[in-house]
């Protein structure tokens, strides 16, 4: 067979009759023209508010879901076609006298005469208790004047009808939706006890038996961390792009490599102790991802500028040439170990960061050099009813002893932050910008905690990772002990030291 029959062979096979969609823009406007929630359509569809959030910012479902969303989308417009078309039919009624939309049934003579509720001038008749001319003629020939404060209901063939949706939602200045106001941010209250529920379901599903419920939730732990966000979005001020383009700088150079992000991770150990020996007490850090959820994360899709400067109001990532840094044989590096110098991509927080060290209440750097940046409006906020409602139920647990929902929580909060990436474990939310970005909240979260045992007297030996803080000193003076989200607790003591220039391995496990 020659190359041009194989490709008549392909294309004679191949089927031309997927359902086609409307742009991810229309699609959105159709269902808010119908005044319907993501929520409600993705109940009707068996999916995700999340998904559907993703298709109407430019994802294409596929198979059966396809052909039912187009069925709702075809749906729609029929409706709203109709109705525009009813509304326009209804004005032209309108501009007909007076006199033929009256009926005996709803108009009567006044005794006395009244302002009319169109001009304020004297009107003998009334239509449906509300007084007004019969003959526009005699509402035109006086200049209108305000209608009194008593009548708020206009006559029915006056009433202001809603103009057909237009497709283009209101936006602030920065890029970001506004919700229409009447929308009302849900109150904690209001959110169903979802981890409880779930939990309650496993150990009764699996009679009691803790390890076997305790597996079965950390199995589902992604789907139901994303079914607890979409509740405490409901209300939310802010539509998030669950599926955004992204930069070059957040894909991977290749299938098993990093993309082009610095998160600045810490791996840091002091070099050198002062003579003698040392207790040195390894602090962890409780709920170090749990924690990062609240920091400015960005919207909608990122936008790139350039110039050394930064607008606090967005969130991203950008090209920096770092500062020196003096400190190292006290203090780690914010930026973390780097083996190379010159620039490199940071996120927000760890810009935050350096630019907070380096002002004038520490003075520890030079301000860093921003080159370039991938930013969008951003909120501290976000996820912050997420991180309640996760915090709530951890604390809940830890006070009654509840290891399973313990477990649960835990698995919750550090699946989300590690799938938000292109995983194939989460095909909801695709932000790999805010991955990084809350990894790297959780390493300046530690950074300061090193920086404020410093500043206390204490000696920092030791800073790796997200919640591991290696210290000699009385902590206790310093840090809360306990296993809440603000305090620490201690995961090992060891002592080191009894010559200067002691470089400082923990031995075995107190890593």
């Known amino acids: 067979m020659s190359n041009f029959q194989a490709v008549d062979a392909l294309l004679a096979s191949a089927s031309s009759d997927r359902t086609p969609l409307p742009p991810a823009q229309e699609r959105r406007r159709l269902r808010e023209g119908l005044n319907l929630t993501r929520a409600q359509l993705a109940q009707a569809l068996k999916v995700s508010p999340s998904t559907v959030g993703g298709w109407e910012a430019?994802?294409?479902?596929?198979?059966?879901?396809?052909?039912?969303?187009?069925?709702?989308?075809?749906?729609?417009?029929?409706?709203l076609d109709a109705t525009t078309a009813a509304a326009v039919a209804s004005e032209a009624m309108d501009d007909k006298p007076a006199e033929a939309e009256q009926t005996a049934d709803d108009t009567d003579a006044l005794a006395v005469a009244q302002p009319c509720v169109l001009c304020g001038q004297p009107a003998r008749h009334q239509v449906e208790g509300f007084p007004q001319?019969?003959?526009p003629g005699e509402c035109t020939a006086a200049a209108p004047v305000p209608v009194p404060a008593r009548a708020e209901k206009p006559a029915p063939h006056t009433a202001p009808r809603q103009s057909a949706p237009t497709g283009k939602p209101a936006r602030a200045a920065s890029g970001v939706k506004v919700v229409p106001v009447g929308r009302r941010v849900q109150a904690a209250s209001d959110t169903p006890d979802l981890i409880g529920s779930a939990v309650a379901a496993a150990l009764a599903e699996h009679a009691?038996?803790?390890?076997?419920?305790?597996?079965a939730?950390?199995?589902?732990?992604?789907?139901?961390?994303?079914?607890?966000?979409?509740?405490?979005?409901?209300?939310?001020?802010?539509?998030?792009?669950?599926?955004?383009?992204?930069?070059?700088?957040?894909?991977?150079?290749?299938?098993?490599?990093?993309?082009?992000?610095?998160?600045?991770?810490?791996?840091?150990?002091?070099p050198?102790?002062?003579?003698?020996?040392?207790?040195?007490?390894?602090?962890?850090?409780?709920?170090?991802?749990?924690?990062?959820?609240?920091?400015?994360?960005?919207?909608?899709?990122?936008?790139?500028?350039?110039?050394?400067?930064?607008?606090?109001?967005?969130?991203?990532?950008?090209?920096i040439t770092p500062p020196a840094w003096d400190h190292e044989t006290v203090l780690p590096n914010p930026v973390g170990n780097r083996d190379e110098p010159g620039p490199l991509w940071v996120t927000e927080p760890t810009l935050r960061l350096l630019l907070r060290v380096s002002g004038p209440k520490y003075g520890l750097c030079d301000p860093p050099e921003i080159h370039e940046s991938w930013t969008s409006g951003a909120t501290e906020g976000l996820l912050e009813k997420f991180r309640i409602a996760l915090k709530d139920a951890r604390d809940r647990a830890i006070a009654e002893g509840d290891e399973v929902t313990l477990e649960y929580v835990k698995a919750m909060y550090s699946k989300f932050v590690s799938t938000l990436g292109e995983s194939n474990y989460n095909r909801e939310l695709y932000r790999t910008d805010w991955m990084h970005l809350i990894r790297s909240q959780a390493f300046a979260n530690l950074w300061w905690k090193a920086h404020r045992a410093y500043d206390e007297g204490l000696l920092v030996v030791r800073a790796m990772g997200t919640d591991e803080l290696?210290?000699?000193?009385?902590?206790?003076?310093?840090?809360?002990?306990?296993?809440?989200?603000?305090?620490?607790?201690?995961?090992?003591?060891?002592?080191?030291?009894?010559?200067?220039g002691t470089v400082n391995e923990p031995p075995e496990g107190a890593s």
């Open 58 to 79: 430019g994802r294409d479902p596929s198979g059966e879901v396809r052909e039912a969303y187009a069925y709702f989308l075809d749906g729609a417009r029929t409706k």
């Open 133 to 135: 001319h019969l003959n």
């Open 470 to 500: 290696h210290v000699a000193g009385d902590w206790r003076a310093v840090f809360p002990e306990g296993r809440g989200v603000t305090e620490v607790k201690v995961k090992d003591t060891y002592s080191v030291g009894t010559d200067p």
């Open 208 to 215: 009691g038996d803790v390890e076997a419920a305790t597996a």
């Open 217 to 270: 939730l950390i199995k589902r732990a992604i789907p139901d961390a994303m079914a607890l966000l979409d509740h405490t979005r409901k209300g939310g001020r802010y539509d998030v792009v669950a599926h955004p383009w992204l930069p070059d700088i957040l894909r991977k150079q290749t299938a098993r490599g990093a993309d082009q992000v610095w998160e600045a991770r810490p791996k840091w150990s002091r």
């Open 272 to 319: 050198e102790l002062p003579p003698g020996e040392h207790e040195i007490t390894a602090l962890d850090i409780n709920g170090a991802y749990l924690s990062a959820l609240k920091t400015h994360l960005p919207l909608g899709q990122l936008e790139h500028s350039t110039g050394n400067h930064h607008d606090r109001r967005r969130a991203g990532l950008h090209l």
